[in-house]
């Protein structure tokens, strides 16, 4: 059971916008910047998304990251076959002092 | 560019110990906060430890705590995780990561794993 809460999967056409979601609590994403991560499997994660909304270099404004309260949502236009992946959220735990991930959602393009 | 990368992984009996290693390269080593994580055959990634740029200051998930010990040396340009007790369901993919932010951790840079598995 993790500890940030996303939907194990979402789904939309190429060129369509999805968004995923992610819900924590105080002691994590209300008081601490979350970041995004991209997975495809056998390949290290990326990250796509910092400190709540930043784009690290090289990340293309189709993907955005915002936060509101004790959830945060990666949103990603212009969907491409290449974004099948797996996404994460994480952030830190200022209750655990520990880092922390969620569940991750597998995202599928139709 | 940085490069990261994990060795040391490999089959190990229960109740074993394994080092694992993450060499460095391609920025100031000594200046960052480093992570490991991992992933289990069919999980979610699972952060697992973090170590400050100084050494100083180390952080365990709870499913960890007392078996894994996090260290690096900073002549090496090395990041290390001791694995101690190992159990079956620490089977799985460790990755390091490099912490680039000042802020909360963001995990900029992540090696290409090394897989431990836990079997008799």
């Known amino acids: 059971q993790s500890v940030l809460t996303q939907p194990p999967s979402v789904s939309a056409a190429p060129g369509q916008k999805v968004t995923i979601s992610c819900s924590g609590s105080s002691s994590n994403i209300g008081n601490n910047y979350v970041s995004w991560y991209q997975h495809l499997p056998g390949t290290a994660p990326k990250l796509l998304i910092y400190e709540n909304n930043r784009r690290p270099s090289g990340i293309p404004d189709r993907f955005s990251g915002s936060k509101s309260g004790t959830s945060a949502t990666l949103g990603i236009t212009g969907l491409q076959t290449g974004d099948e992946a797996d996404y994460y959220c994480?952030?830190?735990?200022?209750?655990?002092?520990?880092?922390?991930f969620g569940g991750g959602t597998k995202l599928t393009v139709l | 560019q940085v490069h990261l990368v994990e060795s040391g992984g490999g089959v190990v009996q229960p109740g074993r110990s394994l080092r694992l290693s993450c060499a460095a390269s391609g920025f100031t080593f000594s200046s960052y906060g480093m992570h490991w994580v991992r992933q289990a055959p069919g999980k979610g990634l699972e952060w697992v430890a973090a170590i400050s740029y100084d050494g100083s200051k180390k952080y365990y998930a709870d499913s960890v705590k007392g078996r894994f010990t996090i260290s690096r040396d900073s002549s090496k340009n090395t990041l290390y995780v001791q694995i101690n007790s190992l159990r079956a369901e620490d089977t799985a993919v460790y990755y390091c990561?490099?912490?680039?932010?000042?802020?909360?951790?963001?995990?900029?840079?992540w090696g290409q794993g090394t897989l431990v598995t836990v079997s008799s």
């Open positions: 990561a490099k912490d680039d932010c000042t802020t909360t951790s963001c995990l900029g840079y």
């Open positions: 994480g952030t830190w735990d200022s209750s655990l002092s520990a880092g922390v």
